[in-house]
């Protein structure tokens, strides 16, 4: 916007708010309405869908689901998309943080006067694909598979290790196959190249931090997980999650 | 006390000086209550600004997409008030933490239902903030004059995520807890500040027991004042500023072409 711009959105812009009506009583009246409305929901919702408390927390547990609240999902889903494509640098640089910064510098890079949002199809387009996108992701991130679920195809012996793993929950930090987060801990997928059995097992039970230590899993679990481990050698990945 | 003279106001003294005796004991009451707002305003001038405020125009043509703002600020103000009540019962201490919070969630006269308000009255607060965003954005409401309130708005935004980042843990059930670990986690491969971030949030570089007393004051203390003050700062913004008219209003000047609209 140029000095002759300004001053015709400011001279308009007076002209609207002279013909205008005093925000009080008008505004306050529908502002009041909203904040009964707001009240309302937020009291149903407290009554129909209570506040859960799950079992206590517990670092060394077997079996949880680490979830964030719904509107996270999102940011999760992205992270889990743009992690392992050739679009590391974009990653690494952190897409959340892109995200802010383009958000915030809006006002400073769209300097056009015009206000309609049919007149602006870039930034209308934008926003509505936005928009979608958040949506989608937000979908993905809740009715993706649950952490616990691992989708490789294993001989029918290693089927126990792998329910156990799954179930110990290494998903949180590890990806095995397609499941899992990619971090804080490496990609299991073929460990068994990298670590011997004897290793697997050390690993388990005298971990490098963060990684909870599972020496009070019992024994037989523990060989299970570690026989299921050793045969994952990277070259069968199972299908890619839809 | 007695030779000091406040110089008079105008209006604020005069007034009171002006009315007529009350007879009765209603009167009397009205009476009291004037001079107390009196007594105020010539302390503080008040009633100028609450004047300014209430009664500026707001520009033709506004309608109910402009309340979703002021609908952020109530659900903010919800979580503000429930949350009060729920640091009555609650114990951020590693051991403790969770008792605390079965406590007041089973035990504790309509505990449950205010838990529940806070813990949903957090959706409702970030729907309707992007839902507030949204409206400003196609609306072109955040171009001139009004670029610094849009900056200010995102800041808000983002400390808004990061109430509910740092609320989830408290709880210190199995989901909060491993959630957020993995939460801190992603939070420190961001570049640059992210591993200082991370660090910063588990008070150490592991998760450990000052880490949930940290997450509490944060959560309590350090993002709700900041979250206070850049609401007032937004809000005189506004105020000062005026909403924008919806981006179709035209401004014309012949008053024959003016239809009345609400
Ligand atoms: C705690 C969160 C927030 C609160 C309590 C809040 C409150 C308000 C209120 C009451 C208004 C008056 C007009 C209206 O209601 O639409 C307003 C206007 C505005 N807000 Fe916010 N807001 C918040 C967050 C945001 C965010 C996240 C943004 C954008 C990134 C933003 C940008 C703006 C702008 C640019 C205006 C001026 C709009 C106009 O004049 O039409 N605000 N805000």
Redesign the pocket.
């Known amino acids: 916007m140029n000095q002759r711009e300004k001053e015709q959105y400011l001279r308009d812009y007076s002209i609207l708010k002279s013909k205008g009506k005093p925000f009080f009583p008008y505004a306050v009246a529908k502002?009041s309405l909203m904040a009964v409305v707001v009240m309302a929901s937020i009291m149903f919702m407290s009554i129909m869908l209570g506040a859960e408390l799950g079992p206590k927390a517990d670092p060394t547990t077997t079996t949880y689901v680490p979830r964030p609240e719904w509107y996270y999902f999102f940011l999760f889903e992205l992270l889990r998309i743009i992690k392992p494509a050739v679009l590391t640098p974009v990653a690494a640089i952190g897409a959340p943080t892109i995200f802010i910064l383009l958000?915030i510098l809006l006002p400073f890079y769209d300097r056009s006067p015009e206000r309609r949002p049919e007149r602006r199809p870039i930034a209308t387009t934008a926003g509505i694909l936005t928009i979608f996108v958040m949506g989608y992701l937000t979908y993905l991130g809740a009715s993706a598979g649950s952490p616990n679920e691992i989708d490789i195809e294993v001989p029918a012996q290693y089927e126990k290790g792998k329910i156990v793993t799954a179930q110990a929950g290494c998903l949180a930090c590890h990806k095995i196959g397609h499941n899992g987060n990619d971090g804080p801990g490496p990609e299991l997928t073929d460990i068994a190249n990298k670590l011997p059995k004897a290793a697997l097992l050390r690993t388990l039970e005298n971990p490098t931090a963060p990684m909870p230590s599972f020496k009070d899993l019992p024994q037989e679990q523990k060989l299970a997980m570690v026989d299921f481990l050793s045969q994952l050698r990277g070259e069968e990945q199972g299908p890619p999650p839809e | 006390m007695a030779k000091t003279q406040l110089p008079t106001q105008p209006g604020a003294v005069k007034t009171g000086g002006a009315r007529r005796k009350p007879t009765t004991r209603l009167g009397k009451a009205q009476e009291t209550s004037f001079s107390a707002v009196d007594w105020v305003d010539e302390r503080t001038s008040l009633s100028g600004g609450m004047r300014w405020l209430m009664f500026r125009k707001i520009p033709k043509g506004t309608n109910w997409?402009?309340?979703?703002?002021?609908?952020?600020?109530f659900a903010?103000m919800s979580q503000a008030v429930t949350g009060v009540f729920l640091a009555m019962y609650y114990d951020p201490s590693a051991i403790n933490a969770y008792e605390s919070t079965r406590f007041l969630t089973n035990e504790v006269f309509l505990g449950e239902f205010v838990r529940g308000m806070h813990r949903w009255g957090s959706s409702v607060?970030v729907i309707l903030?992007f839902l507030?965003?949204a409206?400003?954005?196609f609306?072109g409401?955040?171009k001139y004059p009004?670029e610094l309130?849009?900056?200010?708005?995102?800041i808000?935004?983002v400390?808004?995520m990061a109430m509910s980042f740092t609320g989830y843990l408290l709880p210190f059930d199995q989901r909060s807890y491993w959630a957020t670990i993995v939460g801190v986690n992603i939070n420190g491969t961001a570049p640059l500040m992210g591993p200082f971030l991370s660090d910063f949030l588990r008070g150490g570089a592991e998760f450990g027991a000052t880490t949930l007393s940290r997450f509490y004051a944060i959560h309590m203390l350090l993002i709700p004042g900041l979250?206070g003050a850049?609401?007032g700062a937004?809000?005189y913004?506004?105020a000062r500023?005026?909403?924008?008219a919806p981006p179709w209003m035209k401004a014309e000047v012949s008053p024959e072409l003016r239809e009345e609209r609400v």
């Open positions: 502002d958000l | 997409f402009y309340t979703l703002g002021s609908a952020t600020l903010f607060m903030i507030h965003m409206r400003v954005f609306f409401a955040y009004r309130n849009w900056c200010i708005g995102v808000l935004l400390l808004t979250l850049l609401i937004h809000l913004m506004v500023l005026g909403t924008t």
